[in-house]
């Protein structure tokens, strides 16, 4: 059974920093992008960085600059560097990946448990 599990999410100060981690594990042929979304108590999911199989990333106008997305393709994980962390950033956060579990070139949308970050002072 393929799952994405997610860790690094916490409590931190105004300006502190976080990295999250998101671990895909099972039946993978190979995945293809990977990023991170975030959703807020009353707000709609949005999506905070993406990151393709080449490399090439792109995020929000809202946190570029201060976070940095990437992956180890050789463990199936996905990162995101979390910098001077504002209030505003407080929201749960939620990887998600297309992944290829066969040869074919069909693939699934698998997403994370999500993870709490709380930016307060």
């Known amino acids: 059974q393929l799952q994405l599990v997610e860790s690094g999410g916490g409590l931190v100060q105004p300006g502190g920093s976080l990295r999250l981690s998101c671990a895909a594990s099972?039946?993978?042929?190979?995945?293809?992008?990977m990023d991170w979304y975030r959703q807020a108590p009353g707000q709609q999911r949005e999506l905070v960085a993406r990151?393709?199989?080449?490399?090439?990333?792109n995020s929000a106008d809202s946190v570029k600059g201060r976070f940095t997305i990437s992956r180890d393709n050789d463990k199936n994980t996905v990162y995101l560097q979390m910098n001077s962390l504002k209030p505003e950033d407080t929201a749960v956060y939620y990887c998600?990946?297309?992944?290829?579990?066969?040869?074919?070139?069909?693939?699934?949308?698998?997403w994370g448990q999500g993870t709490q970050v709380s930016v307060s002072s």
């Open positions: 099972g039946n993978i042929f190979s995945i293809n992008l």
């Open positions: 998600h990946a297309e992944i290829r579990v066969t040869p074919s070139r069909l693939t699934f949308s698998f």
């Open positions: 990151i393709s199989s080449s490399g090439t990333t």
